[in-house]
Nanobody, 118 residues
Framework: QVQLVESGGGSVQAGGSLRLTCAAA????????MGWFRQAPGKEREFVAT????????YYADSVKGRFAISRDNAKNTVYLQMNSLNPEDTAVYYC???????????WGQGTQVTVSS
């Protein structure tokens, strides 16, 4: 089992920044990738960014490219999402997810709220 715990959400004005943190615990040895997703009210959950645990390759949704940056600390089993130039459309619950011995994201955190006011 793998446990994911997010932190760092909050409220910020448009143009501001936040840094989300996701700490993984448990059987993380075979982690292939970790990612961030978000779900806004009344909308489906959408992909935000992902990072390969080995090699560190990153991929972003077009809506956040150039504004968000995903990074990892392998020693701490932690992934970060630095969010800059936030706008109200970024308001959502942000979820951390992990691919562990799987082709899909099979572990999810509880989510952290990000609210951006105009």
């Amino acid at each position: 089992q793998v446990q994911l715990v997010e932190s760092g959400g909050g409220s910020v004005q448009a143009g501001g920044s936040l840094r989300l943190t996701c700490a993984a615990a448990g059987r993380t040895l075979s982690t292939y990738a970790m990612g961030w997703f978000r779900q806004a009210p009344g909308k489906e959950r959408e992909f935000v960014a992902t990072i390969r645990w080995s090699g560190g390759s990153t991929y972003y949704a077009d809506s956040v490219k150039g504004r968000f940056a995903i990074s990892r600390d392998n020693a701490k089993n932690t992934v970060y999402l630095q969010m800059n130039s936030l706008n109200p459309e970024d308001t959502a619950v942000y979820y951390c997810a992990a691919q562990v011995r799987s082709d899909t994201y099979n572990y999810w955190g509880q989510g952290t709220q990000v609210t951006v006011s105009s």
